[in-house]
């Protein structure tokens, strides 16, 4: 799963990072980062989904990965 924050949306409530703190960490201004480069784990995949619905401007997109 890949997990991209849009940074020109994001106005930094936290909400991702206060729900979802083993995908989402903050910056020195509070706004919100995916750890790990964007990349989550499968066993992460649920805390991913969480965080990006707790994103008041939806400024979260999570990609499934395809198995293709």
Same mark, same amino acid.
């Given at each position: 799963?890949?997990?991209?924050?849009?940074?020109?949306?994001?106005? &930094?409530? !936290?909400?991702?990072?206060?729900?979802?703190? $083993?995908?989402?960490?903050?910056?020195?201004?509070?706004?919100?980062?995916? #750890? &790990?480069? !964007?990349?989550?784990?499968?066993?992460?995949? $649920?805390?991913?989904?969480?965080?990006?619905?707790?994103?008041?401007?939806? #400024?979260?997109?999570?990609?499934?990965?395809?198995?293709?």
């Amino acid at each position: 799963m890949k997990v991209t924050i849009d940074h020109s949306v994001c106005t &930094g409530h !936290g909400m991702c990072y206060a729900n979802a703190p $083993e995908v989402f960490v903050d910056d020195e201004q509070g706004y919100g980062q995916v #750890a &790990g480069g !964007g990349v989550v784990a499968d066993r992460l995949a $649920e805390s991913a989904r969480r965080g990006a619905r707790s994103c008041p401007e939806r #400024a979260i997109s999570v990609v499934e990965r395809s198995d293709q």
